[in-house]
């Protein structure tokens, strides 16, 4: 029962908010009466942060098996983008906003997520891509995967983009496609766009 509350949970917060669906919410949406949902979380601070974690955990069990894999750089880069945008196309932008504001510990687990997880996958290729000769070897890794995570922090904030222009999915791909471009060499980007073409 714990497990099918935090799935829809996880749900409907990432697609609506995390002040707009209530407890009563889930609860319909589970079938069960609110006071189950209260015999598993103390309140909905605690859901709140049960149902993200959850969603990072499968986040870095699906980079875990790309890695797995795939041990070619091009295609982890191809991989981890849709990833990227499949988790993006169901994520209201306003809800990193509200966690901000409202769930600081969520918050923070959100940016040791990305410091530890993310940034360290991103380096780990870029590193990877330079012994192959895909990416110029004089790049700083660190320095450019944080740039790289800092750029789809920015893609999430609805108050950098006009939402009428682009959406986040469209948003992620021109920023996926500047950064890549930027790091290639003639042979990164060759091998980067066969491998597109190829999937």
Do not use: C
Request: aromatic share 8%; charged share 30%.
């Amino acid at each position: 029962m714990r497990e099918k509350i935090l799935e829809i949970a996880s749900e409907q917060f990432s697609l609506y908010g995390v002040r707009t669906i209530t407890m009563e919410d889930i609860a319909r949406l589970a079938g069960i009466s609110k006071k189950t949902i209260y015999q598993e979380f103390k309140d909905k601070k605690e859901l709140v942060k049960e149902s993200f974690s959850l969603s990072l955990m499968q986040d870095q069990k699906r980079l875990n098996e790309i890695l797995e894999v795939e041990d070619g750089v091009i295609e982890h880069l191809v991989h981890t983008s849709k990833m990227v945008r499949e988790r993006l196309a169901t994520l209201n932008p306003m809800v990193l906003l509200e966690i901000q504001k409202y769930f600081p510990e969520v918050w923070e687990m959100f940016n040791e997520f990305k410091e530890k997880v993310i940034v360290t996958d991103i380096v780990n290729v870029i590193e990877q891509g330079q012994r192959l000769g895909y990416f110029r070897p004089e790049i700083n890794a660190k320095i450019l995967a944080i740039m790289r995570v800092n750029q789809i922090t920015a893609a999430m904030n609805p108050a950098n983009f006009d939402k009428n222009e682009e959406n986040i999915v469209t948003l992620h791909m021109s920023m996926m496609d500047h950064f890549l471009h930027g790091i290639f060499t003639e042979k990164g980007r060759q091998a980067y766009f066969e491998k597109q073409d190829a999937i």
